[in-house]
Every structure is written in C-alpha cells, then in structure tokens.
C-alpha cells in the first residue's frame, strides 16, 4: 500500500496532539501536518498538499465548513471530519460539501479513543486502496473540476449529495 500525508485540522491543541498521534500509529502514514483552524491548513496545503485531512467543523477565522467549501474548490482531497458537532444537519452539510466520512469526536476527559482509532484505520486504508490519479479524478467529477486543472468544470449532472453513510464513535 502507498505511502500517506495527513494533515489535522483542529483548534484544540489536546485534539490535534491526539488525533495525529492515532494517525502516526497507523502503518503507511509517513507524515503528520497539524492546522490550527482553516487558514492555517490552506497555507500547508498550498506549500505541501497532504493526501488526507481530519477535519473539525468547530473553529475560529475559517470554519470546518467553510474550509470544505475552499478546499473543494482550489484543491479537492479526501476529507474526513472529526467533530463534536454531530447534529444530522451538520453531518448531511459536510458530506455535502465534499468530506468522505464523518466521525463523531469521542467527548470528556475519559473518552474511549479505541473507536476513533478504529474508524480512522479504516478511514486510512480506504484512502490507501485508491490510486491518486483515480481518487483526483473521482473528486473532480463530484464537484465539476477539470482534474488536470483543478479548476471548475462545466457541471455534466447534478450532485451527488450521498454516497456514503456518516460513521458515529
């Protein structure tokens, strides 16, 4: 299996020291970025795209939404969220906006990590089992992007707003 750089993107410093933790742990993942909230991650991917982003929706200057937003439009990646805002309605909106999963931020001080490990592993390997090429251009036909380019496209069809299922801790 190919090689990964992962980036998280999380306001909370805990979260952000955890959750790249996980991912140092998982076999194949060679680089670990870490993004305070929007902004930041923009920066690092302009300088290095990562191959994977964990995303929080809750953060200061450019929220986990908006950032999808932006993110799909200059660079579509594989996007999986990470968040305490669980709400249907923030989940659907998400997934519309271009992430491949949801994960449901395990809450307290003595949250289990165990199923947030195990959903990131799988998330890794999904990612992994996709050629880059193949997943470029899978993106950019959900969002109307020249693949090539990166640029908007001429939409073919209509969105697609779901094609997975949210996965919950």
Known sequence: MRELRALVVDDSSL???TIAAILRDIAGISEV???RDGADALRVIEASPPDF???DLDMPRVDGFEFLQLL????PLPVVVVSGLSAK???FRALELGAIDFIEKPHGE???LEGLRYQLVEKVRLVQ????LALQHD???DFGLDPELGAPARPTHEPTVLKRVPSKV
């Open 129 to 132: 089992q996709l050629s880059p």
């Open 53 to 55: 982003i964990t995303l």
């Open 72 to 75: 799909m439009d200059r660079h």
């Open 139 to 141: 993106l950019a036909d």
């Open 33 to 35: 970025d870490v993004a």
């Open 89 to 91: 309605e923030n989940i």
């Open 110 to 112: 003595e949250a289990p």
């Open 15 to 17: 979260n952000r020291r």
